[in-house]
C-alpha cells in the first residue's frame, strides 16, 4: 500500500474552477492506477474519474463529464482533478484512489479495484 493526501479542498462559489491534488507517497515510482471518488452528505461513496498507471487512458463519469479532467504526473508522484463549472451538487468530500497490486494499464472506476485511499478533501460549491 501506499499513502495518498489530498488537497485543494475548499468553498468555491458555482460556475467556478478548482483543482484538487493527490500526492502519492511512496519511495519510487507509482506503478499504480489512481481514481477520484467523491461523497456527499447521506449519500454513498461514488465514482467520479480514474487514469491508469501510465497516464494514457482516463476516464470520468457521465456526472462530470466535459467539466472535470483527470492527469498524472509520474515524475512527481501526483494525480490532479481538474474541476470547472462546478455545481451546488459537486459538493462532496474527494477521496483519492491507488491500486497498487495486479495493476493493468487500464482504468478502474468500481472502490472495490482500490486498495489505498487518503483521508480526503472537502470542496463547498455554494453562493
Known amino acids: 500500500q501506499v499513502q495518498l493526501v489530498e488537497s485543494g479542498g475548499g468553498l468555491v462559489q458555482p460556475r467556478t474552477s478548482l483543482t484538487l491534488s493527490c500526492a502519492v507517497s511512496?519511495?519510487?515510482?507509482?506503478?499504480?492506477?489512481m481514481g477520484w471518488f467523491r461523497q456527499s452528505p447521506g449519500k454513498e461513496r461514488e465514482f467520479v474519474g480514474a487514469?491508469?498507471?501510465?497516464?494514457?487512458?482516463?476516464y470520468v463519469a457521465d456526472s462530470v463529464k466535459g467539466r472535470f479532467t483527470i492527469s498524472r504526473d509520474n515524475t512527481r508522484n501526483t494525480v490532479h482533478l481538474q474541476m470547472s463549472t462546478l455545481k451546488p451538487e459537486d459538493t462532496a468530500d474527494y477521496y483519492c484512489?491507488?491500486?497498487?497490486?495486479?495493476?493493468?494499464?487500464?482504468?478502474?472506476?468500481?472502490?472495490?479495484?482500490?486498495?489505498?485511499w487518503g483521508q480526503g478533501t472537502q470542496v463547498t460549491v455554494s453562493s
Open positions: 484512489a491507488a491500486r497498487v497490486t495486479y495493476t493493468s494499464n487500464t482504468v478502474y472506476t468500481a472502490e472495490m479495484d482500490y486498495d489505498s
Open positions: 511512496v519511495r519510487t515510482f507509482c506503478n499504480c492506477a
Open positions: 487514469v491508469s498507471r501510465s497516464g494514457a487512458f482516463t
